[in-house]
């Protein structure tokens, strides 16, 4: 607890006096050394000059661009719609089975082969994160409505649980009641959904002190099974799951009003941290998004800074790297980046998908130097890789049957809204995209039905909509 409360206190002075680092320069291609301390020397595999190299991303990549997700093409060229909502999207996440989980709205909505289906519908939702197996969804919720809990009136904010099949959520940690004033001493904490670990076994969490102060610091917590939890000192950077699941490796963070700066591992199963990068009286160590990869080597960004030159301003420049666990850096790649705002490591160590700070294209970085840097066509946020499961095939347990429905019973349905912007995208005319099942609605899905081999119908039921999402989504 002092040294919670040291912590806070410097975090404290820290906040008076700390500034906004200026927007960084674009992504140099040429290199410049960033080590003032020793660092291995790669031993690269020769070129061979009579064969022409192309950088191409491992698999694709959902992120959301133009209020909607859409998947990037491994060429970083071609881009393809998957959601057709009538309300922006915001949030999404994807299980390792293929179904696709993201905010909209007030919604949180699960899409594959069983449907467009609401998940939750209540007000201040966030943070959605999908189990691998695609069966359980965590989220944040802030002050739910009463009830949201059977048996429960007061329904707390927290991290609740629901099954991929709705049914009633569960309350899986609420946060602590909020104080009028900070208490450095004794927090109370907001948790917020990071990410499930590899086997879906644990939950990991990050603990924002309430009231939010806008400045970095608080605490990694891991649920895990039964009533097992893991608390941990975490600063700045989101962290990240070692591939095995074993460890969670923090970064420091670049430059900013940092409590600590470096790299270090927590061990998942105790919470026990180790530093592998840090200050020292002569250097400081700029880091973001260390994650060990299937291979047993932590990746990074990292800048190595004089601390003369340090400044809250400085401007970062990071190398790619691989990082030992007894601090040896070896670059990766030669060139000195811009800041990089939001990383995404393939994870057989094969490069990382970057959004810099300065700009929203999205970036692909082979672990090959021999590569040339891939700018894609993508401009958007929340990327992450897409499964190799098939999205469309499904067991149709959870399907609804969508029908046309009279003047009079007509009443708005988002699935049918969804439905439209398939049809209208394939060339089929479902009249207005208004999620009402009309006569034009009708026409198109029969025309649809028709042309795709089914029989002559105007509803759409689990083999329709399977075979509508499986066309809409083709790249």
């Known amino acids: 607890m002092n040294k919670r409360c040291l912590i806070w206190g410097i975090a404290a002075l820290l906040l008076v006096s700390c500034g906004t680092a200026p927007p960084t320069p674009v992504p140099s291609p040429t290199a410049t050394p960033i080590a003032e301390l020793p660092t291995a020397v790669p031993t ?3 070129a061979t000059p009579t064969v022409a190299l192309a950088a191409t991303l491992p698999a694709p990549v959902y992120l959301i661009q133009n209020d909607q997700v859409m998947r990037l093409e491994p060429d970083g060229n071609r881009l393809t719609q998957i959601t057709y909502e009538l309300q922006p999207v915001r949030e999404l996440s994807v299980a390792e089975n293929g179904t696709l989980v993201y905010l909209t709205g007030n919604e949180l909505v699960a899409l594959d082969g069983a449907g467009r289906r609401v998940v939750v519908n209540e007000r201040a939702i966030s943070h959605p994160r999908i189990s691998p197996d695609g069966q359980q969804i965590a989220y944040h919720l802030d002050a739910p409505a009463p009830g949201f809990i059977i048996g429960r009136e007061d329904s707390p ?92 490796t923090v970064a420091g963070g670049g430059p900013g009003p940092d409590i600590r700066f470096g790299l270090y591992r927590i061990d998942a199963g105790n919470g026990v941290e180790f530093p592998v990068l840090e200050s020292s009286e002569t250097t400081i160590p700029l880091v973001r998004a260390p994650q060990r990869l299937a291979d047993g080597v932590i990746y990074a960004f990292v800048e190595l800074v004089s601390v003369n030159d340090y400044s809250w301003e400085y401007p970062f420049r990071p190398q790619m790297v691989r990082v030992s666990d007894d601090g040896v850096i070896t670059p990766v790649r030669p060139e000195q980046f811009d800041e990089p705002a939001l990383v995404l490591w393939d994870r057989q160590g094969r490069g990382a998908m970057v959004r810099f700070a300065n700009s929203e294209t999205l970036v692909w970085l082979a672990s090959d130097p021999r590569l040339p840097l891939l700018t894609t066509t993508a401009a958007g946020f929340a990327f992450t890789w897409v499964p190799a499961a098939d999205l469309a095939a499904r067991d149709c347990g959870l399907f609804t049957t969508m029908a046309p429905q009279t003047a009079a019973d007509r009443r708005f349905d988002p699935a049918v809204a969804d439905a439209q912007g398939r049809l209208a995208a394939l060339g089929f005319n479902p009249g207005p995209i208004d999620g009402l ?35 809409s989504i083709a790249p």
């Not at 104080?179 to 924002?208: K, M």
């Not at 006569?439 to 509508?468: E, H, K, N, S, Y």
Request: aromatic share 8%.
């Open 44 to 46: 690269l595999p020769p």
């Open 157 to 248: 904010s927290g991290v609740y649980l629901s099954h991929i099949s709705a049914g009633r959520p569960s309350l899986l940690i609420a946060d602590d009641p909020e104080p009028a004033e900070p208490d450095f001493t004794n927090p109370a904490w907001r948790y917020l959904p990071v990410a499930w670990s590899p086997t879906g076994a644990q939950l990991l969490l990050y603990a924002v002190m309430r009231p939010e102060m806008g400045i970095p610091g608080g605490e990694a917590v891991i649920i895990g099974l039964g009533d097992m939890v893991v608390r941990a000192f975490s600063c700045c950077e989101e962290e990240l799951w070692s591939v095995d699941g074993s460890e969670l």
């Open 437 to 471: 099942f009309g006569p034009a609605t009708a026409a198109a899905v029969r025309a649809f039905r028709v042309a795709a081999g089914l029989p002559a119908d105007d509803r759409i039921d689990c083999v329709t909509w399977q075979a509508l999402l499986a066309r």
